[in-house]
């Protein structure tokens, strides 16, 4: 089992840049799948990014291609997300999730555990 606690999140102007951290307990981190997905108000759990458990292979949804970049520092436990040319509508609340195994990395369901969430608004 993994605990994750995301940080980074917070209040930034159109334009600007942001790194979300996502720190995970235990000792098998490098095995896990890591993703990032944000959720805004009313709105369904999106999927932005995932890296797979030695960082050989990163995934990226349309919309943040480009401006998104996804890595992981395994020897620290760590995933990161460097969040550049924010847009108001990247405002969400910003999610970590780590998955065993082998499926679709671009879904919800794929991913055991969670973070508790990171807000991250944007103002234009």
């Known amino acids: 089992q993994v605990q994750l606690v995301e940080s980074g999140g917070g209040l930034m102007q159109a334009g600007g840049s942001l790194r979300l951290s996502c720190a995970a307990s235990g000792r098998t981190f490098s095995s896990y799948t890591m993703g990032w997905f944000r959720q805004a108000p009313g709105k369904e759990r999106e999927f932005l990014s995932a890296?797979?458990?030695?960082?050989?292979?990163?995934f990226y949804a349309d919309s943040v291609k480009g401006r998104f970049t996804i890595s992981r520092d395994n020897a620290k436990n760590t995933a990161f997300l460097q969040m550049n040319s924010l847009k108001p509508e990247d405002t969400a609340v910003y999610y970590c999730?780590?998955?065993?195994?082998?499926?679709?990395?671009?879904?919800?369901?794929?991913?055991?555990?969670w973070g508790q969430g990171t807000q991250v608004t944007v103002s234009s």
């Open positions: 999730a780590a998955a065993l195994g082998v499926g679709n990395l671009r879904v919800v369901g794929f991913y055991a555990y």
């Open positions: 890296i797979t458990w030695g960082g050989a292979s990163t």
